[in-house]
């Protein structure tokens, strides 16, 4: 697994997956800010631009680092970044990565998601030559839970107590996607 030197524009049937910007922190406000959207995050919904800026902050510092790739989802022809996906926690040495992904509420139920996931989850395999996809899912999740399922990931197990986030611990389920079990 190689350190990405640019940063990658993917592209699928309805959606362009580019690069989060300091233009796209309105964006990000409105549909981080809402606690739906946010409940399964790890993180108090958004309370101003400056959280939003923070949060591409972290996108961009990943990247750099190697350590994760985080791109703002849009519809083709709109540019508005609707959502984000990606990869976070590589740990190069071992060709693994765990992936996210998170959605503005007025284009749930849309297979937007699908859509990102699946594009996300084929460049892991076909470009950064991951071995190991993860997902770190909450049992009440139910949504993303489906979503993993759907691309053949397995769930593995209970992690008990994992995360200590938006003060409480949470359980999650661990579930992979190897890169011989991926068929796009």
Known sequence: MTKIAV????E?????????TQEDAGNLLTYLSDEDVMKYYGLEPFKSINDALDEISWYKSIFEKGTGIRWGISLKGQGKIIGSCGFLDCASQH?????????SKEHWGERIANEAFEAVISYG?????????????????IPSQKL????????????RSYEFTCGKFDDLYMYSLLKQDYSN
């Open 12 to 20: 699928t049937e309805r959606l362009i997956l580019r690069q989060v």
């Open 148 to 159: 993993v399922e759907r691309q053949g990931f397995i769930r593995e197990g209970l992690l």
């Open 95 to 103: 060709y693994r990565a765990a992936v996210g992904i998170e959605l």
């Open 125 to 141: 395999f076909e470009q950064m030559n991951l071995q190991r996809i993860e997902a770190l899912i909450e049992p009440p999740n």
């Open 7 to 10: 940063f990658p524009i993917l």
